[in-house]
């Protein structure tokens, strides 16, 4: 029974918030009052209250209680981040990877017409272009030359995204990729030389076309992969 009143509570609080009828930055009753107005123990609004500030929803102040958290990018990178480490269902692991090819092969198009700094990515190149024999140093620059790309373009929340999408459950697959395939360590190099090379001449055709071109080719071989483990 207190489950199901903190269920309630919780409804009611999120409701307010999501109807803007508490706004970033306002107070919230106190747990006494909370107790009060929905009828259940002081353990069982703790209990709700934690469950809405572990959404990002709420946060406490020492010594002056809780109060509507502003709203947050990295939310949305954490909550991509879990999203991804734990699904261990192939067709939304592919869709994760859809999410991707969106994101990055705009983001390789708008940084590419818009200009900007190329520094960091040629450096994460070079990086690669040393450890073609080192798949895990390799897979590491393969994932920071991919989101130095999202950086530069300018587009905070792309990136916001992308870091999400690019944590543990992305390298883990890279790494293990280039281990298994020592080969596509080149391959993959020819094809981040292509996507540099348009950047730099400022083709924003070139290189959203050269972004998508590889990566559809790493999501065939995630198919592959995801087949092969009887996850798709």
Do not use: C
């Amino acid at each position: 029974m207190p489950k199901q009143f903190s269920s309630t509570m919780i409804r009611s609080l999120e409701g307010s918030i999501l109807r803007g009828v508490l706004k970033p930055g306002d107070k919230l009753p106190s747990e006494t009052e909370l107790e009060q107005e929905f009828g259940i123990s002081r353990t069982v609004v703790r209990e709700g209250l934690q469950a809405i500030k572990s959404r990002g929803m709420l946060e406490s102040r020492r010594g002056s209680g809780t109060y509507v958290s502003a709203p947050s990018r990295e939310l949305i990178g954490n909550s991509l981040s879990l999203y991804a480490t734990l699904q261990q269902n192939g067709i939304y692991y592919l869709e994760l990877m859809d999410l991707r090819i969106l994101v990055e092969t705009e983001a390789a198009r708008l940084l590419a017409s818009r200009g900007g700094p190329l520094t960091a990515i040629a450096g994460q190149l070079r990086v690669m272009e040393r450890n073609l024999t080192h798949p895990t140093r390799f897979a590491d620059a393969d994932i920071d030359f991919h989101l130095e790309i999202i950086k530069a373009s300018g587009h905070s929340l792309f990136f916001t995204v992308a870091k999400g999408l690019l944590n543990a459950p992305s390298l883990s697959f890279s790494r293990s990729t280039h281990e298994l395939d020592p080969g596509r360590s080149a391959r993959v190099l020819v094809e981040h030389r292509a996507i540099y090379a348009a950047l730099k001449k400022h083709d924003s055709k070139a290189a959203a076309s050269a972004m998508l071109s590889h990566l559809r080719r790493s999501r065939k071989n995630l198919i592959s992969r995801l087949k092969k483990k009887d996850l798709a």
